[in-house]
């Protein structure tokens, strides 16, 4: 779904990873990790007037992001 995000979304993402890779660590609100879910999974959040995109990604090795999911969220809860 992340491809279907509005270009805006994207090259946003795409800069955080970035960020990511060269080391920056993301705190919240940005980035929040989901260790409940599993050892190494975080959320991505990134908010505009449309909506709220969540992504989820992992680190397994020290420069490779995985992206595992990404979705518009549509509810409050």
Known sequence: ???KAPKEVIMDAY???EDLE???KLTMPISKPLPSVHKGLHELRLSYRDG???IFYI???KDTI???HAMKKKTQK
Do not use: Q
Request: charged share 30%.
């Open 1 to 3: 779904e992340l491809r």
């Open 15 to 17: 800069s955080l990873f």
């Open 22 to 24: 060269n080391g920056k």
């Open 52 to 54: 709220i995109y969540r």
């Open 59 to 61: 680190f397994k090795v």
């Open 66 to 68: 995985y992206v595992l």
